[in-house]
């Protein structure tokens, strides 16, 4: 990714838009003449501001990638106890889910962009690597035993979670319900 300047303002609309029509309308389906008109700048400003359309996805992907991060922190900040904190990740999802409905940008990225040395791509990836090492972090933190095979599993249902979320069905109630059980399962006792 291009070395980070200060956004400007220019920049900060760039991104906005392409934001919103990357995850609406799909990755390669959105061309910069479409992001340029629906930000209010010429392309020129957008190739300026960041030196191609590869470099803009990431810059979108790593915006939202800090949202969410950022959410899921607060969660866990807001949680009863250390075994509460381990499933705070879907609490966080449920109300991210709730302006976000077209499933998960970083699944969609990774499907349209399976070159592993796109920007964009590291950035996806990451952000699945963060949430299962943060889900390992908490199961240790709890005194969960395996957190490793723990972290995993979580991983697993969380995306699921997300993978499902387009569906006309609430899965996300049962995926919460599930990993609430396995983490309950692999809690020990505190003495």
């Known amino acids: 990714m291009r070395e980070a300047h200060p956004m400007t303002p220019a920049g900060r609309r760039i991104v906005a ?13 959105v061309g910069v003449d479409l992001i340029a008109e629906h930000s209010g700048v010429t392309k020129r ?3 300026n501001q960041f030196g191609s359309k590869d470099h803009l996805v990431a810059t979108c992907l790593a915006e939202r990638d800090q949202r969410w991060r950022s959410l899921v922190r607060a969660a866990v900040d807001a949680s009863d106890g250390p075994v509460e904190a381990v499933t705070a990740p879907f609490d966080a999802l449920r109300t991210w889910s709730g302006t976000n409905t077209r499933g998960c940008a970083f699944i969609n990225a990774l499907a349209e962009l399976p070159d592993p040395s796109h920007p964009a791509y590291r950035i996806a990836a990451n952000q699945k690597l963060w949430l299962r090492n943060l889900f390992e972090e908490l199961a240790t933190a ?7 095979a723990l972290a995993a599993q979580l991983l697993v249902v969380h995306e699921g979670a997300l993978a499902t979320q387009p569906l006309p069905v609430d899965t996300l109630s049962e995926s919460t319900d599930l990993a609430r059980s396995l983490v309950r399962a692999s809690a020990r006792p505190r003495r």
């Open 17 to 29: 838009a392409a934001e919103e029509l990357f995850y609406n309308r799909g990755i390669t389906a």
């Open 45 to 47: 400003t957008l190739y």
């Open 142 to 148: 709890a005194v969960c035993s395996g957190p490793a």
